[in-house]
């Protein structure tokens, strides 16, 4: 019965689906394809499905996001249920695909002719304004970094040279060296939170530091699905920590008294972003909880549990 959700989990877990957009998606996919498959307790089987999904990583809030989203469905009956739960799976996907279009939109205004843009990790967001820049004629290289220790820079490399992007691939390590030749950075992000912190991949805060010193703006491309409304009541954004094989090899890990450590993403400051493209638009940080009350106004404590639902998504 659970087949399909625990696949699908498992997929998240490994990492064959990855990216904070993509895993929203995804989840959104898997709850309507169960949903078409349940036959009685629809609200105990969603909810236990809802709960594996959330259970395989726990710092993007977009797969928070998009499970409660469907989760709120409403019916009289089970078809009712179905029916409004496949709708809402649907609706948070039109989300996704439309907010990249306006985010390629709006990003691209940010970007001068004839640019240098510095990337980190492998963000649809950020490749959406990337690419139509690109598009528009403004810009003329792209810095990848490698992103280590899964290397999602190799994808990014892949997906720019695709689009006919001159691209660059370097280690995390040479951000400084080739900062000084950089226009513009953009990064995506996994979670912002009520005080426009960003939580992305890890090596964006180093990243966003050697731009202050740099003085070379900052931009991160977020969905307005990546705002936390549990941030908003005070949780703080779990960062996921990894097997520590993903970083070293067995001749390390077996030293005693060493220890690996494998953080999958990191904070930067509010202080380090010069502005955020949502699809609602441009944003500073500092707006980032209007954003969270706008999207996410009819979020509720039921019975010390927090219900959340955006209000509107168009
Ligand atoms: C991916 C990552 C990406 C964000 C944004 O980490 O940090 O920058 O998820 O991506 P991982 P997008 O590979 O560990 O999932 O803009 O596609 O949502």
Not at 155 to 169: D, F, S, V, Y
Not at 240 to 252: G, K, L, N
Request: charged share 30%.
């Amino acid at each position: 019965m659970f087949q399909i959700v625990e696949d699908a989990a498992k997929k998240i877990r490994t990492m064959e689906v990855r990216g904070a957009a993509r895993i929203a998606r995804f989840a959104a996919e898997t709850l309507k394809l169960f949903a078409e498959s349940i036959n009685g307790d629809f609200d105990e089987k969603m909810k236990k499905a809802a709960e594996i999904l959330l259970k395989t990583r726990p710092t993007a809030v977009s797969l928070y996001n998009s499970v409660n989203y469907v989760l709120r469905y409403e019916g009289e009956n089970e078809e009712e249920k179905r029916k409004n739960a496949i709708k809402r799976a649907e609706e948070f996907i039109k989300w996704i695909e439309t907010a990249h279009e306006k985010i390629g939109e709006i990003g691209a205004r940010r970007i001068r002719r004839n640019s240098v843009v510095m990337t980190h990790c492998n963000s649809s967001a950020a490749l959406a304004v990337i690419k139509e820049a690109f598009k528009q004629g403004k810009v003329k290289e792209v810095f990848a970094t490698e992103s280590r220790p899964r290397m999602q820079g190799h994808l990014t490399i892949k997906e720019l040279n695709e689009e006919g992007i001159p691209a660059t691939l370097i280690v995390d390590s040479a951000v400084r060296y080739f900062m000084d030749d950089v226009d513009c950075v953009i990064v995506g992000a996994d979670t912002i939170t009520a005080n426009g912190a960003l939580i992305n991949k890890i090596g964006t805060s180093q990243i966003a530091l050697a731009a202050k010193e740099a003085r070379v703006p900052f931009m991160v491309a977020a969905e307005t699905y990546k705002f936390s409304p549990k941030t908003l009541f005070g949780e703080l954004v779990i960062i996921e920590e990894r097997d520590a094989s993903e970083v070293a090899p067995p001749e390390i890990l077996s030293l005693k008294g060493v220890k690996v450590r494998n953080p999958a993403f990191d904070a930067t400051p509010r202080d380090y972003i010069d502005v955020i493209i949502t699809e609602i638009g441009a944003i500073p940080p500092e707006m980032a909880y209007l954003v969270i009350k706008e999207r996410f106004g009819y979020a509720i404590l039921e019975e010390g549990e927090l219900k959340i639902s955006p209000k509107h998504f168009d």
